[in-house]
């Protein structure tokens, strides 16, 4: 996946550090992950549960519950980072942040 913009950039790394991340740095890892995209919804306006996007209200709290399985030892993130992998190309759009623009 090609990065566009700076945000995208954000997101697109911390989404590749995850599964290579050793079990003792996965949870920070995961966290970045999080927060990166957090702050681009909240950069361009958008809030997980606002129901702009009801894909963010499905998705994040997907994030958390793996972040706490993690917590646990349950190193599920790492699958989770492979599938999302497929979601920000597709979904990048509808926040501008794949055509060079936030909006």
């Known amino acids: 996946m090609q990065p566009i913009n700076k945000d995208h950039q954000t997101i697109v790394a911390a ?3 995850v599964p290579l991340a050793a079990n003792a740095d996965l949870i920070p890892h995961w966290s970045h992950l999080i927060s990166a995209m ?3 919804l909240v950069k361009t306006g958008l809030v997980a549960d606002n129901g702009i996007f009801p894909q963010h209200a499905t998705v994040f709290p997907l994030m958390r519950e ?3 399985r ?4 349950n190193h599920v993130v ?10 920000p190309p597709q ?3 509808r926040h501008g942040c ?4 936030t909006r």
Do not use: P
């Open 66 to 68: 793996g972040e706490a």
């Open 98 to 101: 794949l055509d060079g623009g």
């Open 38 to 40: 957090e702050s681009q």
């Open 78 to 87: 790492r699958q989770m980072a492979d599938q999302l992998g497929a979601w």
């Open 15 to 17: 989404l590749a550090r």
């Open 70 to 73: 993690a917590h646990r030892g």
């Open 91 to 93: 979904h990048g759009h």
